[in-house]
């Protein structure tokens, strides 16, 4: 990774954010308009940022927002990259690092994911609290590729930030979005995983599967920002239905002012302490009494 690229790209996004940046959110299949009306920016599309790749793939418009969003500094890339595309891990994880060298401390993940927990159901919302990287690849590989990485033996154990989690849990009880906590598997792709393959994947313990976010999370972590990732549940694999790319996209536009409320209220309440974590997530609507109510 070139060093002068990377300053390029975080000097721009600063610029065009007003200073250095509070939060980064990179938006998966068919979430890429979720953000649109929202954030106070003009879009900047990718090809006028140093080192930027472009993404091939149909739902990831190539384009970031930088501005304000309930007056954090932000940027959403709308679009990512894919092992499947042909790049390399380095190239998946360049915006995390872009982000992070523009000041960024928190990162909120979104994909569409195949459900192969049972209990799951095309429209249900999935917390990430937990992945299994089974792409065979990593971003820390070789000699260490981003400025601010100092280890590249990073620790994964709460590698979404339990925080951040516990405050979207109370997001999703005041919206009463159906959400639930799960595992997500990263699989390189591009094929949909078959029967036996889902079947594989619910027996290692994951609760939904895609081709996206592992690296992205490993490589935030290793640059010391905090992790949120939310996966929409597009289609369930165990009812053996056949899976389209155009199907998913549909599903995820279906679900993208949920996803845009969670985002919203995450950005909206980084900084919020929360009250005491109840056994339960509360599931009767009320808005918890220290969070920013957004709408």
């Known amino acids: 990774m070139k060093r002068k690229k990377l300053d390029e790209a975080a000097d721009l996004l600063r610029e065009r954010a007003g200073g250095t940046l509070d939060a980064a959110i990179i938006l998966g299949s068919g979430f890429g ?3 649109r009306d929202r954030i106070d920016a003009t879009p900047l599309a990718y090809r006028k940022i140093g080192g930027m790749p472009e993404p091939t793939v149909p739902g990831h418009a190539g384009e970031a927002l930088v501005g304000v969003l309930h007056g954090r500094r932000i940027v959403a890339f709308s679009g990512r990259f894919h092992l499947y595309e042909g790049y390399d891990p380095l190239d998946v994880a360049y915006p995390v690092a872009i982000a992070a060298h523009a000041g960024a401390k928190t990162i909120v993940l979104t ?18 609290v937990d992945q299994l990287n089974l792409t065979g690849r990593s971003p820390l590989v070789g000699k260490i590729p981003f400025p601010g990485v100092k280890d590249r033996f990073v620790d994964m154990v709460d590698a979404f930030d339990p925080h951040l989690c516990e405050l979207a849990r109370h997001i999703a009880a005041q919206y009463s979005i159906v959400m639930h906590d799960g595992v997500y598997a990263g699989l390189m792709g591009p094929a949909y995983e078959s029967p036996a393959e889902a079947r594989l994947l619910r027996s290692m313990g994951a609760d939904a599967v895609g081709m996206s976010t592992v690296l992205e999370t490993i490589a ?34 279906r679900g993208a002012t949920d996803v845009a409320r969670l985002i919203e209220g995450i950005v909206a309440n980084i900084d919020t302490p ?22």
Request: net charge negative.
């Open 111 to 128: 994909n569409a994911a195949g459900g192969v927990n049972a209990s799951y159901h095309a429209g249900d919302l999935m917390l990430i």
């Open 274 to 295: 929360l009250p005491a974590t109840p056994d339960v997530a509360p599931t009767n609507g009320e808005v918890p009494p220290d969070v920013i109510e957004v709408v």
């Open 33 to 35: 308009g979720v953000l």
């Open 220 to 253: 935030a972590r290793a640059l010391g920002m905090a992790v949120i990732g939310f996966s929409l549940i597009t289609n369930v694999h165990l009812t053996g239905e056949a899976t389209s790319h155009a199907a998913v996209i549909a599903a995820s536009q």
